[in-house]
């Protein structure tokens, strides 16, 4: 299995990108996708999550209004677009699968049930 993340860059204060993050490999028709990122100094952070089938998703409080993952099934991608970026946004923002459906949304924010991850995109707001 590998994840591809891309389209991180350097963006200014209010502005939008949208990461992408290209699956291969994975052939179960259960599991997650979620999106992570982590900061200098910082725990990796939950950002959202969508199921592969069902397109449910689910968000961290604070970047609900401003993210929203989606996901292409027949290119086999997920996405993350950001708007409204501020500098505390700046990190490298990684991309994760969770086999299987996971049960809760307390499941869905702990990066130990993402079995495999990407390489990482490094995203910087500048003000």
């Known amino acids: 299995v590998q994840l591809q993340a891309s389209g991180g860059g350097l963006v200014q204060v209010g502005g939008s990108l949208r990461l992408s993050c290209e699956a291969s490999?994975?052939?179960?028709?259960?599991?997650?996708m979620g999106w992570f990122r982590q900061a200098p100094g910082t725990e990796r952070e939950f950002l959202a999550t969508i199921s592969w089938n069902g397109g449910s998703t689910y968000y961290a409080d604070f970047v609900k209004g401003r993210f929203t993952i989606s996901r292409d099934k027949a290119k086999n991608t997920v996405y993350l677009q950001m708007n409204t970026l501020k500098p505390e946004d700046t990190a490298v923002y990684y991309c994760?699968?969770?086999?299987?459906?996971?049960?809760?949304?307390?499941?869905?924010?702990?990066?130990?049930?993402?079995?495999?991850w990407g390489q990482g995109t490094q995203v910087t707001v500048s003000s």
């Open positions: 490999g994975l052939t179960s028709r259960s599991y997650e």
């Open positions: 994760a699968a969770a086999m299987g459906s996971l049960v809760s949304n307390r499941a869905r924010m702990s990066r130990y049930n993402y079995k495999y």
